[in-house]
């Protein structure tokens, strides 16, 4: 059974500040995706990432894959306060199926 | 295009009763996903549909769950009858070719289920 472990699940930063997100999965996967959710609100795609080594980038957000490690990383640059919300990791199992992390909720503090 | 459409938005139902969410793919999609998100769980996939059929509903905790989807523009996820622990936020979500290769699915707002 795939298992996706988010960490950390709670992350309070300053603006200005680096930091990273970890998405470790448990089986072999070809695909992986980052998505970002505000309180209240749907699911957003921000990244797929389907190849080792991928990396993807989008202004302050930045994804890649290990898929040897199964690991995937979502580092963000200069934190600003607008990129505060809950970020989700998601692998595929089989064709369709997703199997989402536990998400990581982030508060950017001015 | 105007997304994934779900109704209601929220609904709030006593225990016993029978409660039918509602979904509007985008058009052109042909693979339908219905997912449920609790604090304690979590995002779970329930069941989802290709070209209106429905292919792995693995994901439906009891038979107290039901979806159909009678046609490619609506779906529809049943619950009866109703009990708290089904209270969360069902997201129905759409996907022009499943997703494979380079595609994403792509979610509706939520249908927030409280069951008193």
Redesign the interface.
């Known amino acids: 059974e795939l298992k996706v472990e988010q960490n950390p699940l709670f992350l309070s930063m300053q603006e200005g500040k680096n930091y990273t997100i970890y998405c470790n999965y448990s089986t072999t996967s070809d695909?992986l995706?980052w998505y970002r959710q505000d309180p209240g609100?749907?699911?957003?795609?921000l990244f797929?990432l389907?190849s080792n080594g991928a990396v993807k980038q989008e202004g302050r957000l930045m994804a890649s894959l290990d898929t040897k490690a199964r690991l995937s990383t979502l580092h963000i640059t200069a934190a600003v306060h607008d990129l505060s919300a809950t970020y989700?990791c998601?692998v595929?199992q089989g064709?369709?199926?997703?199997?989402?992390?536990?998400?990581t909720r982030l508060t950017i503090n001015p | 295009d105007a997304g994934v459409i779900q109704s209601p938005r929220h609904e709030v139902t006593e225990m016993g009763q029978e409660v039918t969410l509602r979904c509007k793919p985008i058009s052109g999609h042909d693979?339908l996903?219905w997912y449920r998100q609790t604090m304690m769980r979590?995002?779970?996939?329930l069941i989802?549909f290709?070209n209106n059929v429905p292919?792995?509903d693995s994901g439906m905790p009891e038979d107290r769950f039901s979806a159909k989807m009678p046609n490619a523009s609506f779906s529809t996820l049943k619950i009866q009858p109703s009990e708290p622990r089904d209270s969360a936020v069902y997201?129905c979500?759409s996907s022009p070719q499943?997703?494979?290769?380079?595609?994403?699915?792509?979610?509706?707002?939520?249908t927030r289920l409280t069951v008193v």
């Open positions: 695909r995706y609100k749907s699911l957003e795609s797929v389907l989700f998601a595929a064709a369709q199926k997703l199997v989402f992390g536990q998400g | 693979y996903f979590g995002l779970e996939l989802y290709n292919i792995d997201f979500a499943g997703q494979t290769m380079n595609t994403e699915a792509f979610f509706g707002q939520g």
